[in-house]
């Protein structure tokens, strides 16, 4: 009969599906992570984009620290791979205000008087320069 083998089909592929899905966080922000059992090692693939803190064995924190693409990998005490997500750190849509001004940029959190956010979020924000060779 096919049912078995569709239901095992399922259950082979469906943490390959929880897998592939990304963790979005905004920058200037932290989510927290539940894992399905105790870690090892947590590993950030780009440091200046987010940073990982471990709460306890089961619990890890996912800051964003500037805007980009990175990944972390989690492994059990067994040294297997029991996480591994793609992290997008994002700009908050709301109550956020970018000033540009040439190459400078000047970023404000309005929520509700605008003030001026971390000097990491609005470098992070800018475009990067580049100057022609000499």
Do not use: W
Not at 23 to 38: E, F, G, M
Not at 60 to 79: A, C, E
Not at 102 to 126: I, K, L, Q
């Amino acid at each position: 009969m096919r049912v078995p083998a569709l239901v095992s089909c399922l259950v082979i592929f469906a943490p390959l599906q929880v897998a592939a899905q990304a963790l979005t966080v905004n920058v200037d922000q932290a989510t927290r992570v539940t894992l399905p059992r105790p870690a090892r090692d947590v590993i950030v693939g780009n440091p200046a984009i987010a940073d990982a803190s471990v709460l306890d064995a089961t619990h890890i924190v996912l800051v964003g620290k500037g805007f980009g693409v990175t990944n972390v990998v989690v492994t059990d005490r067994s040294g297997h791979t029991m996480l591994s997500r793609q992290v997008v750190i994002a700009s908050p849509d709301a109550n956020r205000v970018s000033i540009y001004r040439g190459p400078d940029v000047s970023t404000y959190a309005c929520a509700p008087r605008c003030e001026r956010s971390s000097a990491a979020a609005t470098a992070a924000a800018s475009p990067p320069l580049t100057t022609p060779a000499q």
